[in-house]
């Protein structure tokens, strides 16, 4: 399967490549997660230069996020991560973001979820999305989920998104082709001129 996509409609939607988790001094730092940094860079540098926008997620948790919180922790989950204001919240230094980009700070999984992120692409007129990032299962099945459910087209690209293990990476992908996305490799995405 390949597509074609009108750039003017589409944004690339980078989720959470950030130093914590592709970096292997990152508190999460998952092998899977750092060999998509040059993929994802590529199918960025290609969107960008056929006039896509290039979205990035930042998941970026303040200390006190999960003070007093009743059932939603991720720091019992995952133990604290990607504070506010550190380096490892910072996205990695392959993926340059330009001043035409549009970063999110997220909260939780799902960028859509108490962010601008929405009203953003619709302002723009954007349909399409190309998603990419780690991990696979967590934030990026989210996000693409959560995409899908606004009517977004939520296109998942299996050789640009990291994940902790093989079986996570293919759950994920398996779960949002037979749900909600289509799932593609980089080199099936083009963008029409």
Not at 8 to 22: H, Y
Not at 79 to 99: F, K, Q
Not at 153 to 158: D, G, H, K, Y
């Amino acid at each position: 399967m390949s597509v074609t996509l009108e750039p003017d409609r589409t944004a690339v939607i980078v989720v959470d490549m950030q130093n914590g988790f592709c970096h292997p001094d990152g508190t999460l730092y998952a092998p899977g997660s750092e060999t998509v940094i040059e993929p994802a860079a590529e199918l960025v540098d290609r969107a960008r230069d056929a006039g896509a926008r290039i979205v990035y997620t930042r998941d970026v948790h303040p200390p006190e996020q999960f003070d007093g919180a009743y059932y939603y922790n991720e720091f019992e989950q995952w133990g604290e991560h990607v504070l506010e204001d550190t380096w490892e919240a910072e996205i990695v230094d392959e993926l340059e973001v330009h001043t035409e980009d549009h970063v999110v700070e997220k909260h939780t999984y799902d960028a859509f979820y108490n962010t601008e992120l929405e009203g953003w692409l619709n302002a723009r007129g954007i349909d399409d999305l190309v998603i990419c990032g780690t991990l696979a299962n967590v934030c990026v099945l989210h996000t693409g989920g959560s995409a899908g459910l606004r009517d977004f087209r939520p296109l998942m690209v299996e050789d640009c998104i990291g994940a902790i293990d093989d079986e996570h990476h293919e759950y994920a992908l398996d779960h949002a082709d037979w749900l909600f996305g289509e799932v593609l490799t980089g080199a099936e995405i083009t963008f029409s001129s």
